[in-house]
């Protein structure tokens, strides 16, 4: 039976991972836009990558919102999630309702931590699955996404309760591991199936670089992470930022990083050399007036440390300076 996967926000990540899964017959994949329907709707995706050469995707279904793609009654055996984690603008796991069943397996391609919460709760029929990713791409014009470098993605089972029955984990085990192999099928050779565990410190690890160098990019007037780490003053910071992160995340998951995560010296070191130029995502949302993941990859880590009796400082000024920054930046948006 043909297998129906739907990606709801298909902007720059969901679009590139959607269009490689679709290189496979046996899947149906259809995509939920915004301000990209009319053109995705009208000539399909356009697809730039160095390593998969230029190509033209055509989605089986394209829907301007979730309730239309409710509206088309398929049974969807993925629900992928890829819009921006923005939790106190909207609450995505409630816009994608009608879309789940107890059959569907939600997978959340999202920076940051505590994105899956929401869906574990108002889902707790259904298995969630929670991505990481490094893969960089981007959306210059709408319809046209553009792969930059990379593809790795690790992919786990997210347990909202400590001990899941074993049918319970058995079954999103291998909800999981289908849907690495979809991606490994559309030629996404690093696609990582996880532990719970394993993918929860993959987060902490990500967040970790994220929350050292996208708001330090802000606050900095407009840095790339490449100029940030040859400042000795600033890379003494992101330090300072990433070690506080990689100290408390093992006390609050209960397992080690294992050796083979890269060390906070070892990012800097290699992020010296990267001299692509290229600007963190908060940096870019930051100087488009947009929202940034504020919540997500500072405010969340924070609270979820101290619920475990434990303080990030460091992250907490970053948090508190640019949580008033935006809402500086929106207050004077309102008054013009
Ligand atoms: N881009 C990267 O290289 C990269 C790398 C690693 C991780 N990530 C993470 O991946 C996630 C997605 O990032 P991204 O860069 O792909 O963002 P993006 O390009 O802004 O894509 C998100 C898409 O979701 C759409 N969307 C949001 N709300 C929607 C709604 N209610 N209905 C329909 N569509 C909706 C957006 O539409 P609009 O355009 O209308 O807003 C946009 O097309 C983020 O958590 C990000 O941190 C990104």
């Known amino acids: 039976m043909t297998l129906e996967v739907l990606f709801f926000g298909a ?8 269009s490689r899964i679709a290189r496979n017959p ?19 995706f356009s697809i730039t990558s160095f390593q998969y050469g230029d190509y033209k995707w055509t989605p089986t279904r394209v829907f301007d919102s979730p309730s239309s793609a409710v509206k088309a009654n398929v049974k969807w055996d993925y629900v992928v999630v890829s819009t921006k984690a923005l939790p106190n603008i909207s609450d995505d796991s409630k816009l994608i309702d009608g879309l789940v069943s107890p059959k569907t397996a939600v ?18 029929e259904s298995t969630i699955l929670s991505a990481v990713t490094i893969a960089s791409c981007a959306q210059p014009s709408n319809g046209h996404i553009k792969h930059n470098r990379w593809t790795r993605i690790n ?4 347990f909202h309760h400590s001990s899941p029955s074993e049918s319970i984990k058995s079954r999103a085990t291998s909800q999981n591991a289908r849907f690495v192999d979809l991606l490994t099928k559309g030629g996404i050779k690093d696609a990582l199936a996880d532990t719970h565990e394993k993918l929860q410190l993959v987060r902490w690890h990500k967040i970790a670089i994220n929350a050292a160098m996208n708001p330090s990019a802000v606050l ?4 790339t992470n490449e100029a940030m780490s040859n400042d000795p003053e600033l890379a003494a910071h992101l330090k300072g930022v990433m070690d506080e992160v990689l100290t408390t995340a093992p006390k609050i998951v209960g397992v080690p990083f294992p050796s083979s995560f890269a060390t906070s010296e070892a990012i800097i070191s290699s992020t010296k050399k990267n001299s692509s130029g290229s600007k963190p995502s908060m940096l870019l949302d930051w100087e488009g007036g947009k929202a940034m993941e504020l ?6 880590p924070l609270r979820i440390a101290r619920e475990k009796g434990y303080e990030m400082p460091r992250l907490q000024s ?8 935006e809402g500086n930046r929106e207050a004077r948006k309102n008054k013009l």
Request: aromatic share 10%.
């Open 220 to 223: 900095s007037g407009g840095s």
């Open 11 to 18: 902007g720059a990540i969901g679009a590139f991972y959607a």
């Open 107 to 124: 997978v959340l391609i999202q920076n940051g931590l505590g994105v899956e919460q929401p869906y574990a709760t108002r889902f707790p």
């Open 155 to 158: 992919i786990g089972p997210y």
């Open 318 to 325: 970053l948090y508190a300076l640019l949580k008033m920054a």
């Open 26 to 44: 046996a899947v149906n994949v259809s995509v939920v836009c915004r301000s990209n329907y009319k053109a995705v709707k009208e000539t399909g």
């Open 295 to 300: 919540e997500v990859i500072l405010g969340n």
